[in-house]
């Protein structure tokens, strides 16, 4: 039977896009019951009109379950309030304080049950003078300096893919389990707060670091010389990427996999800091090595020297890759979108993510029905505080 950690937990989210849902997603994997409160017949807006459909949405809400009920109503929010007592955890990411002004902030929420771990994440956390502005991941990476970083010098530049959403999902799932472990043991509840702009402080450490060492701020370029990495394209147009930091084992490995052990006994190469100052020397070096051989060739050659190495792949071939396969990181689906499993594993098993997207109102009634009869529910849908799903 497969071990599902937070078995028994129950999730209550309001808030949509990624930061929060991403989170959820990863606690409704490892088991807890995850209810997402949307609005009537729309949903959040991160289904993108499509309902179910959108591959987004399913990405960050498989497995959840669906109450459509209108906040901006007193009902609505009288039905919140009446479910809190029944679930262990509130999460929310609206703007600071507007979730409060509507009736549902911590102080009244953790009144309802006094063990409740209620989460907010914002975008800058909910003061100082930047706390009102909207934020996405563009802007947490913009002001979390990743831009810069992997922007060549003078020229920041956007990057493929987001990861300042990502790192904010995770940042609140580490943060829901560590509240869950102290409510265990003082059995109180906590209002638990993180936003975008602290959690991509958790992709910078390295790149701070980097700034003190160097005595200026850091760019695509200047960890380089320090990791000792390569990005380098072969005779059958595949390329790799190398990691060497400052072993000289590794160091000795590569040279040995392309014939080239002079290098070990030239005075700009030989030790860390020599080859770290020569570094963009060493760069077309290496990369005229690598044009010369096909990419099976370098994969048996740095596989037989135990150099650090693995192959540039896109996001189709990570997928479809055998290690990924392997380790069971993706939930196989029908129509081959790729369910993303949580990174951990629990004695040797990877919990799966079992279940559907459900539809804007799948769950309203029977989420309602716990504490309201069938004839309110009836009432409260017939005058659009509920959505059902037909």
């Known amino acids: 039977m497969q071990h599902k950690p937070l078995d028994g937990i129950r999730i209550l989210e309001i808030g949509g896009y990624i930061s929060l849902p991403f989170g959820t997603s990863m606690l409704c994997a490892l088991g807890a019951e995850v209810v ?58 609206m703007r600071p304080g507007k979730l409060a002004a509507l009736g549902l902030g911590p102080e009244v929420c953790r009144e309802l049950r006094e063990d409740l771990v209620y989460g907010s994440v914002t975008g800058f956390g909910a003061g100082g003078p930047l706390a009102d502005r909207p934020a996405y991941d563009t802007i947490g990476m913009a002001f979390g300096g990743m831009y810069s970083l992997f922007g060549d010098e003078g020229h920041p530049q956007l990057t493929g893919g987001l990861s300042a959403d990502l790192v904010t999902g995770l940042t609140t799932t580490a943060g829901v389990l560590a509240a869950l472990v102290g409510r265990l043991r003082t059995g109180a509840g906590q ?82 800091r020599p080859r770290e100052a020569h570094y963009f020397e060493l760069v077309k070096i290496v990369e005229a090595e690598f044009e010369r051989r096909t990419f099976d060739d370098w994969e048996r050659e740095l596989t037989e020297h135990d150099v650090p190495f693995a192959p540039v792949l896109s996001m189709s071939g990570y997928v479809g890759h055998e290690q990924t396969r392997w380790l069971g990181m993706v939930e196989p689906q029908a129509d081959a979108l790729a369910l993303l499993r949580p990174p951990w594993r629990f004695d040797g098993e990877r919990p799966d993510r079992p279940g559907v997207a459900p539809r804007v109102g799948a769950d309203t009634r029977s989420v309602a029905g716990e504490v309201l009869s069938g004839d309110q529910i009836d009432e409260l849908v017939a005058g659009g505080v509920l959505f059902i799903e037909d």
């Open 36 to 93: 997402k409160v949307e609005r009537p017949v729309v949903g959040e807006d991160f289904r993108r009109h499509q309902n179910d459909g959108s591959p987004y949405f399913r990405q960050y809400n498989t497995g959840k379950r669906s109450l459509a009920v209108d906040l901006k109503r007193p009902e609505g929010v009288a039905l919140v309030k009446a479910l809190i007592p029944h679930f262990d955890v509130v999460l929310e990411n």
């Open 191 to 272: 209002h638990l707060e993180t936003s975008i702009m602290e959690a991509v402080s958790v992709l910078t450490a390295d790149g701070i670091t980097q700034s003190f060492e160097l005595g200026a701020d850091p760019t695509r370029e200047s960890r380089h010389p320090q990791a000792q990495n390569f990005c380098v394209r072969t005779a059958s147009g595949e390329s790799l990427a190398i990691h060497l930091s400052s072993s000289q084992k590794f160091w000795h490995s590569l040279c040995r996999a392309m014939d080239r052990l002079d290098l070990t006994e030239d005075p700009r190469f030989a030790e860390y």
